[in-house]
């Protein structure tokens, strides 16, 4: 982790930026797609060991609803999209535009549509990424995992990080207007340890 905590107030202010005008595509998108007005909060960035992430839900034995996608191009690596169990919830009823069921297992149209979800959110945020950093970054078709947060975020840790202290952690709030409700969602980047070298390099820091 020194190499991510040598980031200066001004790198990370870039980069909460460039994760701001990723979150507002993500939520323009979200807008046209269900028909609803999507507001997003500033989000919040964090460079945490992976398995600290469990702490982010309220609880160890939260639901959770985590879209996986590879990250190719001139960096490598993979992104976590994290719903909360409301989160996903709502973002169903939106996706699908019908009330969902709270406690009944997410049929497979509802979860295609979080893949959806995930997919147009971490898209938006690569995206936005890319053209700050000057790089092709593209993301694989999303892979949708659901079970209790720390069994999720375990797996992550286990599975895909190679280097579980390069990460960065973006929590994004979305909310509802009509409704004045919030969706929650966190975005982790875990780059090979050979990219994260080349977004340090970008970053003028390596």
């Not at 500033?42 to 309220?58: K, M, W």
């Not at 971490?122 to 995206?127: D, E, Q």
């Not at 970054?137 to 992550?156: C, G, H, K, Q, R």
């Amino acid at each position: 982790m020194p190499a991510l905590q040598s980031l200066q107030t001004i790198q990370l202010d870039a980069l909460r930026e460039t994760a701001n005008i990723g979150a507002a595509h993500a939520a323009t998108a979200l807008s046209q797609l269900t028909g609803a007005t999507i507001m997003i909060k500033v989000p919040a960035i964090q460079i945490i060991r992976i398995d600290g992430l469990v702490s982010q839900f309220s609880a160890e034995e939260e639901p959770v609803a985590a879209v996986l996608m590879s990250m190719l191009g001139d960096m490598s690596g993979r992104t976590l999209l994290v719903f909360p169990h409301l989160t996903v919830l709502r973002l169903t009823e939106l996706m699908l535009r019908r009330p969902a069921t709270d406690g009944a297992p997410l049929s497979p149209l509802e979860q295609s549509a979080i893949k959806e979800a995930g997919n147009i959110l971490s898209g938006a945020y690569l995206n936005a990424l890319s053209e700050f950093l000057g790089m092709m970054l593209l993301p694989s078709p999303p892979s949708l995992a659901i079970d209790m947060s720390e069994a999720v975020l375990s797996s992550a840790y286990l599975q895909f990080a190679e280097d579980p202290d390069a990460i960065l952690c973006i929590e994004s709030e979305f909310v509802l207007t009509q409704t004045e409700t919030t969706l929650r969602g966190l975005f982790v980047l875990m780059p090979d340890p050979s990219s994260l070298q080349v977004m340090l390099r970008a970053l003028r820091l390596g």
